[in-house]
Structure formats: structure tokens, C-alpha cells
């Protein structure tokens, strides 16, 4: 999964695909282009930044960052499209213009969402947060986070299912990064044959973020490393889908683990 970022805020590649203050399409384009001809099966769109300490964004203004790029890759390109967003006006819109997945880093939690997310008939990853975007990295706080996390995830697929969106429909993310120490990312990552074994396809997003920081004093430019040995750790684990910024590299990080793994088997 390609990381296509429509803000200017974003804490990795905020703005590189904005013309002063504009979002520039075609820019967009040549990135959604890059990405997909280096290994991306799907391309994750988002117009509103998550990013620790990050500012809402109303919902206008998110619809017209993400949906006029979500109908030109439709158009244009023959990959599936994500929409990152919790915005039900957002999920809709981007459903009918073609999107093929609803990413929610507040796993439906918004009022209406639940009820937009089930009339798009789309699947849709459901990830756990603590908190909110801007408060979330305030000294989060687990008595068991594996636990807690899953049963968190749990608790949305029930109530998923009683707004009529069956479970082949839901992929889970435990949310790395978001309302966690490093300590509780670590543990959930170590946790992840536990995550997958509920039952559900797991996305993972490890890209460039803030735990490498942490633990290897690196700034975000020079993350790409840990990123990839994580994206490994990560699909050795049961981890199915790879968030990630740099398309060509961790594809080709994780290739090698699966050409492993088929060589055990022939």
C-alpha cells in the first residue's frame, strides 16, 4: 500500500505535492504513476493529516484535497484505491468515484460512519487509536496493550456487523504509532501472530515514523533502513498489507522474505 498524501501538513511528505497552496493533480498523478509501477497494489489517499499534534480539518476541505485525484487514478490507473478518512460525507463520495477501500484511523468511530462505511458496500481497515491525533502521543497508557488493542478492534467488528457489514468485508490495524511508547509498539509487534490469528487480513504501517526516531536517533530522511527491516519483522508476523512511503524498496525488502518462504515449501 502506497502512502499518497493530499496535505500539507503530513509529518513525512506533507506538501511535496502541493504548488504554493494548492494541491498540484499532476504531480499527484506522476506519484500515484511511481508508486504503482514499483510494486503497489493499492494507493492510500489521505486529506487530512494524522500525525501527532495534528489540526482537524473540516470536511469540505478534506473532499476537495482527496476527490478529484481519487477520480483521476479511477480513470487513469489500474490499481486499487484507499481513502484514509473518518469522514462519512468523504467515504461516500470517494466510493462512488471509485475508490475500492475505506481506511479509518478512528475505525468508524465518527457519528455516521459506521452507516456510510456499510452503503459503500466497500471493505474497510478498521485501525485502534488512544486518543485523538492531537493529544494521542500524551503519555499513552496500557495495562496489557496487546490485549487491550485487540479487544478494542473486537469491539468495532461487532459493531460493524450490526450495521449489516459482514467480517470478509474488515482488514485490522493495531495502529502503530498512534496513542503508543515504543514499548507498546514493540509489544505489538511482537503481538502480531496474535492479531492476525483473530481472523482478519492486518495492515501495518511502520513508514518513516517517529518509534525509528526513538529508538535509533534518526531523522525522518534517514529511516528507510529500520523502516524495511520492520516491514520484514512485520510480514514474518502475519502482517498482510505494507503502508509504506517508499513502494519500490520495501517491495523488494519483502519479496525476499516471501521467496524464502516459498522455498521452504517446494
Known amino acids: ?16 505535492l502541493y504548488q504554493g497552496s494548492l494541491l498540484d493533480l499532476d ?17 492510500d489517499i489521505g486529506g487530512e493529516s494524522t500525525r501527532p499534534g495534528a489540526r482537524p480539518v473540516p470536511p469540505a476541505e478534506e473532499m476537495d484535497r482527496v476527490l478529484p485525484l481519487v477520480e483521476r487514478i479511477a480513470a487513469e490507473l489500474e490499481v486499487v484505491i484507499s481513502v484514509d478518512t473518518s469522514t462519512p460525507q468523504l467515504m461516500r463520495e470517494a466510493a462512488r468515484l471509485g475508490a475500492g477501500l475505506l481506511n479509518d484511523v478512528r475505525a468508524l468511530s465518527r457519528e455516521g460512519a459506521l452507516e456510510a462505511a456499510a452503503a459503500t458496500h466497500l471493505p474497510i481497515c478498521l485501525m485502534h487509536m488512544q486518543g485523538e491525533p492531537n493529544t494521542m502521543q500524551v503519555a499513552p497508557h496500557y495495562d496489557d496493550v496487546l490485549s487491550q488493542v485487540s479487544e478494542f478492534l473486537m469491539e468495532r467488528v461487532a459493531a460493524c456487523e450490526q450495521h449489516g457489514i459482514g467480517r470478509e468485508r474488515l482488514l485490522l490495524d493495531p495502529g502503530f504509532g498512534f496513542g503508543k511508547s515504543v514499548a507498546h509498539n514493540m509489544r505489538l509487534l511482537n503481538g502480531l501472530p496474535h492479531l492476525a490469528a483473530l481472523g482478519f487480513p492486518v495492515l501495518v504501517g511502520f513508514s518513516r515514523k517517529s518509534m525509528i526516531g526513538k529508538l535509533l536517533g534518526r531523522d525522518v530522511e534517514q529511516r528507510l533502513p529500520a523502516s524495511l527491516a520492520l516491514a520484514v519483522l512485520a510480514a514474518e508476523r502475519g502482517a498482510r498489507i505494507i503502508r509504506t512511503h517508499d513502494v519500490a524498496a520495501t517491495n523488494d525488502a519483502v519479496a525476499m522474505w516471501v521467496a524464502l518462504e516459498e522455498s521452504m515449501h517446494e
Open 1 to 16: 500500500m502506497g502512502v499518497l498524501n493530499t496535505t500539507p501538513d503530513s509529518f513525512s511528505d506533507g506538501g511535496t
Open 27 to 43: 504531480k499527484a498523478m506522476a506519484r500515484a504513476r511511481e508508486m504503482t509501477s514499483a510494486g503497489a497494489n493499492i494507493l
